[in-house]
């Protein structure tokens, strides 16, 4: 793919082969960011995984300290004595049955994450093929199934990412906007990277971390350590 003069340019900055410390790390991102529009600071990072093996799959869920500039809607699947609670902890929208059978008649909703309580997963069931595919299933893996609607949505709320491993042992997450500090991106990444370490499986041998680069929307790519 041919490159653009901007990313070029950008390009330019980064010395080829050396592996950058977390704060100057972004401090050069932030320079190499090229778009008009504050773009995202996504990291990526290669595991020492084999991803075909199910017993070395890498998933998790972590609250950045800085969350991640997005702002996110919440609906809440919960059971009516729940409510006053989900609203209060911030959730932007209720899920009730009536709400599943018009996802399940429609394909189309207005939110981007989902929380719900046990006794409304046997009724979500009509939607896992519609929200499973995106992502967007509550799970008890994620954090996102369970009797503490407080602690599941306000954490949801203020930036908390879930993340796994793709095809080739990679995993793939944003740690915020251009438009922060350095110091709270540095902030972001080291919470997500520690995460990261405390998930590894105890079947993988050997080097765990092997490469991790940060770039943003559009710009180069930053090794890191």
Known sequence: ??????????????????????????????????????????????????????DQQ????????????KTRKVIA???????????????????????????????KFEWDLAVATPDMMPKLAKVAKVLGPKGLMPNPKSDTVGTNVTKMVSE????????????????????GKV?????????????LLETIRKAKPSASKGVYLKNVTVATTMGPAIRTV
């Open 179 to 191: 438009s922060f500090d350095a110091k709270a991106l540095a902030e972001n990444y080291e919470v």
């Open 77 to 107: 699947f919960v059971s009516a004595d729940k409510e006053k609670e989900a609203k209060e902890a911030g959730a932007d929208a209720i899920g009730t049955q009536e709400t599943i059978d018009e996802i399940a008649k429609t394909g």
């Open 58 to 69: 890498v998933r998790g869920t972590v609250v950045l300290p800085h969350g991640t500039g």
């Open 1 to 54: 793919m041919k490159k653009g003069k901007k990313y070029i340019e950008a390009a330019k900055l980064i010395e080829p082969g050396k592996i950058y410390g977390t704060e100057e790390a972004m401090e050069l991102a932030k320079k190499t960011s090229k778009t008009k529009f504050d773009g995202s600071v996504e990291v990526h990072l290669r595991l020492g995984i084999d991803p075909k093996k199910s």
């Open 156 to 175: 949801l709320k203020k930036g908390k990412l879930a993340f796994k491993t793709d095809d080739y042992g990679i995993v793939h997450t944003v740690i």
